[in-house]
Structure formats: C-alpha cells, structure tokens
C-alpha cells in the first residue's frame, strides 16, 4: 500500500538469520503496524520448512517445563528452534513477564532457542491469525522446530494449536473426570497426548484412561469407515511390545494418537516424545496429509482475511455515511428496515465486486 513502509531491509535482516529483526517482526505482527501485511507476505515464500507442533494443557500441567526440555533437547542435537508461548487470557506480551526471564535463564546465551509469548491484550485483531504470522517469521527465519505452546481447551486455544502440524496434549494424574472432561474439543486435535508428571501417584491410571479413550474413539472411526486399525501401539512409556490387533507396521493410512509418559522436571521421556512427535510428522509427510492441512490451513487463513477486510471495508463505508446510529434512528422511527439498510450499503460494494 502507498506510503507504508515496505520493510525490505527488515526482511533481508531476518533472512540473514539476525534475531533482532525477528524480534522486531514479531512485534509488528503484534501490533499490526502500519506495513505488515506486506511484511508477512514477503516472508510466505521462505516458510514451509520447519516443524511445528502445539503443546496444549490445563494450567500448571507442566506445559513450560516441557517445552523448555523439548527445547534443550533439540538444540543438543543441534537443530534450532523457536517458541512461542500464548496465553489468551494474560495481560502481558512480549517476553515481559518475569516468569518468561527466568523460563529462558537455561538457554541464556543461547539464540538459537527464540522466545516469545504472546496474549490477547498484547495483540490487535485475532490472537490466532497473529500466532499464525508469528510462526511464519520464525520459519522463514529458518528455525528448525516451532513449539507453539498454549493453555487450555477453549476454542481460542484450539484454533491456536491448529496452526500446528502435529498437536500434543498434557494430561497430568488425575481422576478419570479431568479425562472424560478432555473429550469435548481436545480428543479431536490430539495427535499426541503426554501423560506428564508420571512421578505423581495416579498416571498409570491415567493412561489406561487415555488407552480406552483413544481405542473407543478408534473402534468408533473402524466402523464408520470401515477402514484400517491404528499404526504403531499406545505403549506409551517403554517398550512392552504392545501392538494393536491389527500388526501391519507399516501401514500409514491412519494415525491413532499416542500416549507417552513424561517427567518433564527431571527431562523424562523428552526423548521419546520428541521420537513420537516425528513419527507423526513423517506420517504426515507419507500420507499426503501434511499438504492437505496446509491447503486447510491457508484456505481458512485467506477466509479469515476477507472476513476481516470485507468488515472494516463496511465499517469504512457506514461512517463515510454518517454511522450506524443515523441509521438505526430511521429504523426506529419506521423510516426504513434492518434489511433495507444493508442491502443498501453493501449495494454498491456489490456492484464494484461484479465490474
Ligand atoms: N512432580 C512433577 N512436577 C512437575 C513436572 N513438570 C512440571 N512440574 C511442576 O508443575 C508446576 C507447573 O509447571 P509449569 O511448567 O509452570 O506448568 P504450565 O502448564 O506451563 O503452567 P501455566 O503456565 O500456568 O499454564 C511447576 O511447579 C513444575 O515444577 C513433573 O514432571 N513432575
């Protein structure tokens, strides 16, 4: 657009891998600055090479403890990586918490792990659509892994940790009630689920939970396509050999979500999860999958733009003809209608649509 910055030095920076611009990015992206659309769309055609994965859990699961393990982990192996850690409901953004400061004391020194949290009050316009540009920026930055971690099970966090290739979902020990109350919404997205603190009295029970959960869910899946059983086993932590009925290894038509025990303060089980969570991704990858959900993704990605732009293009329009008080005044005073006054405004929205 004429008159906005068009940041090329900015995105040249980023590319060349300095953190700073990244950082600067990300805030752009937070604030909508004036310009970053363009930005954004500068850096789409550097992205689709990092994996990213959502963490998602109940508050104090152990979500940071893990991600920052995962972190580690992957550094070690020397592969970079990014997070980013949204909170709908915090007041704070920008790695300004204090909790944030001390989350990232482990990798101090050590850049190639990126932090960044993100809230609703820190952003304008949708926390979702901004993750979702965030997580470009640090794909185009070339970040190996992208952990996007978010708390609970609302809506808001499910269309976060959708713009995550591969999902996992902590459940501490607790009582069979806290599984039963994951099944609205979170059942559908887990890929993984991560019995965490599996110190704690209470996790083999579960992940027996969790084990029927997923084989009633899958039985169900069974006989309405009557298609394949599950790849792979939930044995969960070790190998106990458990396999599914069907022991077809190699079959990759299907993914049934996965349990694996963590004791995320003492890096437990990171190993094998971090395993996991490949596996899925190369499950992905093989079936076609990993293209299908982009496509999803990028289609619902644009809808949510038109959606945006076509609301502000008729806010835009309704102020230019004296607000839409003026207008409800007419309708009470049986001037006009509800109806009337749309079709009248968006009438010649229409007509420049159809030239
Ligand atoms: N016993 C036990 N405690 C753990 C484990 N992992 C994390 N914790 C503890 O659980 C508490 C919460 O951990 P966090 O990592 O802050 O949890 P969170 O899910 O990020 O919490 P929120 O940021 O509030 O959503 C901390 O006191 C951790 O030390 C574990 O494997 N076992």
Redesign the pocket.
């Known amino acids: 657009m004429s008159g906005e910055p068009d940041h090329a030095e900015l995105v040249e920076d980023l590319l060349a891998g300095k953190h700073r611009a990244l950082a600067r990015v990300i805030t752009k992206i937070e604030n909508r600055a004036p310009g970053y659309r363009n930005l954004v769309s500068q850096l789409h055609q550097h992205t689709g090479d990092a994996e990213v994965v959502g963490i998602t859990?109940?508050?104090?699961?152990?979500?940071?403890?893990?991600?920052d393990k995962m972190a580690n982990y992957y550094r070690e192996r020397g592969e970079t990586v990014g997070v980013i850690a949204v909170?709908p409901s915090s007041p704070f953004t920008g790695g300004a918490v204090l909790?944030d400061r001390i989350r990232m004391a482990s990798n101090v020194g050590d850049m190639d792990v990126f932090f960044r949290s993100m809230s609703a009050r820190g952003t304008l316009g949708g926390l979702s659509t901004a993750t979702t540009d965030a997580v470009k920026a640090l794909d185009a930055f070339g970040k190996d892994k992208i952990l996007i971690?978010t708390?609970g099970a609302g809506q808001n966090e499910i269309d976060i940790v959708k713009s995550a290739d591969t999902v996992a979902v902590?459940v501490p020990p607790g009582s069979g009630d806290d599984v039963q109350m994951l099944k609205a919404g979170i059942l559908e997205i887990a890929d993984v689920f991560v019995v965490?603190?599996?110190?704690?009295d209470g996790a083999d029970r579960t992940v027996q939970e969790l084990r029927e959960m997923v084989h009633m869910q899958q039985d169900n899946t069974a006989s309405l396509a009557t298609g394949h059983h599950g790849a792979g086993s939930t044995g969960g932590h070790g190998e106990d050999g458990e396999s599914d009925d069907h022991d077809e290894g190699e079959e990759t038509e299907h993914w049934e979500p996965q349990i694996v025990e963590?004791?995320?303060?003492?890096g437990?089980g990171v190993e094998e999860l971090v395993q996991t969570l490949a596996d899925h991704a190369d499950y992905l990858e093989a079936s076609g999958l990993l293209e299908e959900k982009a496509r999803m993704r990028y289609a619902e990605e644009i809808r949510n733009l038109l959606r945006d732009d076509v609301g502000t293009l008729l806010e835009t329009e309704i102020e230019r003809r004296g607000g839409i008080e003026a207008f409800a005044q007419q309708v009470l005073e049986r001037e006009t209608d509800p109806y009337s006054v749309a079709d009248e405004i968006i009438g010649p929205l229409e007509d420049c649509v159809d030239q």
Do not use: C, M, R
């Not at 965490?196 to 704690?200: G, R, S, T, V």
């Open positions: 859990g109940s508050p104090g699961a152990g979500k940071s403890t893990l991600v909170d909790g971690e708390v902590l965490n603190k599996a110190d704690l963590t004791v995320a303060k003492d437990e």
